[in-house]
């Protein structure tokens, strides 16, 4: 017992608990000044969550993930599933059906589909190098496939932002897997293709204003345009050093729309001005190249994926999140992990930083 | 790890070097944008959002009173409940129920609609006002009402109210909403749209001090326009980075020469008449006490909400209500200007006062007989002033000339504004040979009908008293004075104003002693024009006028359209004159059966209400019998 204990911190990775300790610490001070104006309870509500997830995440991390593997298409089954029940059965919010309630739950399974798109391209990719090197379209078309069918359920709901992250986690992993690079190049292509297609005759009305006023903020300055700008307001006027925890009027004004889901990057930008935004901005791109060391330390394919795949997660939520609010990117409802205010996106996020801890506990393992 | 397998499964690390470049880079991209925002553009953006929620409240000054010289006000403010709508609340349904509750017209509606139509994004968060100065009535209704008027609410504030109703309304003036113009002209004076300014008379030249300073209260709202106040104050400084509050500085008071007792005397006497005009003065210090233009607009009603109706009827008046006629209107002053050519005559040995004319009713100059009333037999410049003998005056024009009356007349004040200050005073008109040349149609006529205040002359009736008070005084032409100080709300005087004397007359003390005697007999003596309307023991000196009206030649009667002004021009005490008085009654017929009894009437109630110690008869029972000697008849 004690062998093991000394085995376990020997293996275990501080650099990776230390990292989201710290993102976890600063997103808990900063929802506190953003949720003062919220509706009441969300600052211990998402107390609680976060001490509920930690349990899944000491579980995703224990169990060896050579058990997410055999399981892989299981897995991506129970997702697509529960993305086909959210649209037959889902609580239809702001026009979108996205919460599917299980008891006393409600929960997104657009996020867990990221999960599940993760691990059955980590499953497809792990096969053998050879045949991935011989019939490189077959393992495309299959992939594609894996991508797309949880991509449309999404964007039938419709999800933009999930659908979004999904789409650039594919393709990411597609990108680092062993491909020559003239497949890659077209796969890139194609796909690119395809997402604009998809953008221009699937998005929502609301949706399309949003990327419009993006594009041309002065169409809309009170409507859709209003929210990107009063963001921009409390970013810039953050300075420094910012205005103090607490002290960000454009939080405390509520001059800032959805501010504890989508915006919490803007209060904190506020609070804490261009120095505590180094800070933040440090914490994730450690995290994130931390994710990549691991996923080149992997023992295996198939955790290589994963870690890839989860590293793209991060990456792509930090990259939209916070691009959006600092006004160079359309303003989609991406969350920042492990600051936004959210049960089912913190859910994703621990998961993934549970595979992390997973296979980075394990590399020198067998 | 070491097993081939394991090796050979694994990409090579490079691909994850350029994975961790490209995310490197993005992060880089990142930072350089947030750097932009809040290190290059930071301060500019700390302006923003301070704008976002910093909202200053204008404090309205409170507005100087206007005072009588007694302290008795005149001008005041009394609460107004205003109407606002916040247009982001505001109902199809709560205007249809606004609209029934007020009982609103087509007109009312439709800019109620404009004003709300005109807001949009975070303005319909801010109220309009749309309706101001309802009454106590609507007020009790709304309020009963409010649940049915979402978006509505009713504000007090100050509003102007003239308390005397009508009375000195055209000295007074009136105010209204500010323009835009007026607004962008203004802009530095802190005008605020929706405020209300000064139109016409003392409201209006005086505006600058009456109005005081608005002050501001800044206040931090949050996105909803909801005014934040459990913030603490030292919190609420540094978010809006300054004192909070600036008092407002209210407007100074306007203490004025009007007596209220005197000027409602005048009205009482103008109020049988259609249309007329009075001045009362102090003739040692040129004051005005009372200065009247019958009918009057209210006020109140003026500076209130009047429809449009109701201004076309006020403008088509044949009264013309809206113009004070003793400042702004230009009439012949008849028979009082023959006081001009007499003292030219004198002042310029051109007449001797002891050469008699006989008037036999009409004179012949060239081809055109001119008239007189009746035939006055003979007559010197004393009972030719008394009787009012045109015969005499004619060829006393003669005499003289047109530039040697005009001297005169410019001399006691005619031709140019007397310097009242308030409703755009006309400066009348003497006519000179230049003048005529220039016309290319001067007869000898146009003397002799200068002479006898007609052909040309046009006069005010604020120069007319102005004149008659000069001639009083014994010869100091003043400025008339409206405005006697200036103070401020806790009492403190701003600023005193003397009595300003124009100039001196040329005429000597003895030939304005000789006018003022014919003068006295022109009301006192038998044969005077205005025997019959005397009071006696007033000891009015006074000069009639009738003024023909276009180009008649028949007497229509008393009140019709075509009728003859009727004037008098005069002073009392004849012998220590103190008030000069001057009182126009338009289409009144003959002065001496419209405007003198008008007079009369002023005289005897201010000697007996208002200044009885300057009653003549007072001085009678300190012991100075006899009759006044300046108004020895000769």
Known sequence: MINELRKLRAQFDWFLAGAILAIVAIGLVNLYSATRVAPHGRYTQQLGWESAWLVVFTATAAVDYRAFERLAYALYGVGVVLLVAVLVGGKVVKGSSRWLSLGPVSIQPSELAKLAVIIALAKLFSGDPMDLQLRPWRYVAAALGLLGLPLLLVMKQPDLGTALIIFLIGMTVMMVVSLELHVKLLVLGGEAIAGVAMVLFKLHGYQKKRLMTFLDPSLDPSGAGWHARQAIFAVGSGRWTGKGWLHGTQNQLQFLPEHWTDFPFAVWAEEWGFLGCLILLGCYLFLILWALNIAAEARDRFAQVVCVGCAALLFWHVFFNIGMVAGILPVVGVTLPLVSYGGSSLLTVMIALGLLMNVSIRRYAY | ?634
Request: charged letters at 25%; hydrophobic letters at 40%.
């Open chain 2, 1 to 634: 790890m070491t097993s081939p397998r394991a090796r050979g499964t694994q990409a090579p690390p490079r691909r994850f070097f350029w994975a961790q470049v490209v995310v490197g880079a993005a992060f880089f991209l990142l930072a350089a944008r947030l750097w932009q925002l809040q290190v290059l553009s930071g301060d500019h953006y700390f302006r923003k959002s301070a704008d976002n929620f910093v909202k200053e409240l204008p404090l309205l000054a409170t507005r100087g009173q206007i005072l009588d010289r007694k302290g008795r006000v005149l001008a005041d403010n009394r609460p107004s409940y205003d109407v606002y709508v916040t247009p982001r609340f505001f109902t199809e349904d709560s205007l249809a129920e606004l609209v029934r509750d007020l009982h609103l017209e087509v007109e009312g509606v439709e800019s109620l609609k404009a004003k709300v139509a005109g807001k949009h994004g975070l303005d319909r968060f801010r109220q309009v006002e749309v309706l101001s100065d309802v009454s106590r009535d609507d007020l009790a209704i709304l309020e009963s009402d409010s649940l049915a008027l979402p978006g509505v609410s009713v504000t007090a504030s100050a509003h102007r109210e003239y308390p005397e109703g009508t009375l000195a309304a055209h000295l007074l003036g009136y105010m209204n909403e500010i323009t835009a113009e007026e607004l962008s002209a203004h802009r530095e004076q802190g005008y605020h749209p929706g405020d209300f300014i000064g139109r016409s008379g003392l409201e209006r030249e005086w505006e600058s001090y009456l109005r005081g300073k608005d002050g501001s209260e800044r206040v931090v709202v949050d996105a909803k326009g909801r005014r934040k106040s459990d913030l603490e104050a030292s919190e609420l400084e540094s978010l809006i980075g300054g004192p909070a509050r600036i008092e407002p500085q209210p407007g100074d008071d306007l203490e004025t020469t009007i007596d209220l007792d005197t000027q409602r005397i005048v009205e009482n006497a103008l109020k049988p008449h259609h249309s007329a005009a009075a001045a009362v003065i102090d003739v040692e210090t040129g004051r005005v006490l009372a200065l009247a233009s019958w009918p009057e607009p209210d006020p109140n009603a003026l500076t209130g909400h009047l429809s449009r109706a109701e201004m076309a009827a006020l403008i088509a008046d044949p009264a013309r209500p809206l113009i004070d006629k003793t400042v702004r209107e230009n009439y012949f002053p008849g028979s009082t200007f023959k006081v001009v050519p007499a003292l030219a005559g004198l002042e310029s040995r051109m007449v001797d006062p002891d050469e008699r004319v006989i008037c036999h009713g009409a004179i012949q100059f060239g081809r055109r007989w001119f008239h007189c009333v009746e035939p006055h037999g003979p007559v010197n410049l004393h009972l030719a002033l008394v009787e009012s003998c045109n015969v005499f005056f004619y060829g006393v024009g003669d005499k003289l000339g047109l530039d040697r009356m005009a001297e005169t007349a410019r001399d006691l004040g005619f031709g140019a504004p007397p310097g009242l200050g308030i409703n755009g005073e006309v400066p009348g008109f003497i006519p000179t040979m230049d003048f005529y040349k220039r016309q290319g149609a001067f007869q000898k006529g146009v003397v002799l009908n200068t002479a006898i205040g007609q052909g040309s002359v046009k006069v005010t009736v604020l120069q007319l008293a102005m004149a008659y008070a000069a001639i009083a005084n014994g010869g100091r032409l003043y400025v008339p004075q409206l405005v006697d100080k200036i103070v401020t709300p806790s009492g403190q005087v701003v600023q005193e104003l003397e009595p300003r004397l124009r100039r001196v007359l040329a005429a000597t003390p003895d030939e304005l002693a000789q006018i003022r005697s014919a003068l006295f007999d022109a009301v006192n003596a038998p044969k005077g024009t205005s025997y019959a309307a005397r009071i006696p023991g007033l000891e009015v000196a006074g000069k009639t006028g009738t003024a023909q009206v276009g180009n008649h030649r028949v007497r229509e009667a008393a009140g019709s359209a075509l009728a003859d002004h009727a004037w008098f021009a005069s002073f009392a005490p004849a012998r220590h004159p103190k008030i000069a008085v001057v009182v126009l009654v338009e289409h009144g017929g003959f002065g001496a059966k419209s405007a003198t009894p008008a007079a009369m009437e002023i005289y005897r109630h201010y000697f007996a209400e208002v200044a009885p110690q300057d009653a003549p008869h007072a001085r009678l029972t300190e012991g100075r019998r006899g009759s006044p000697g300046a108004a020895q008849p000769r």
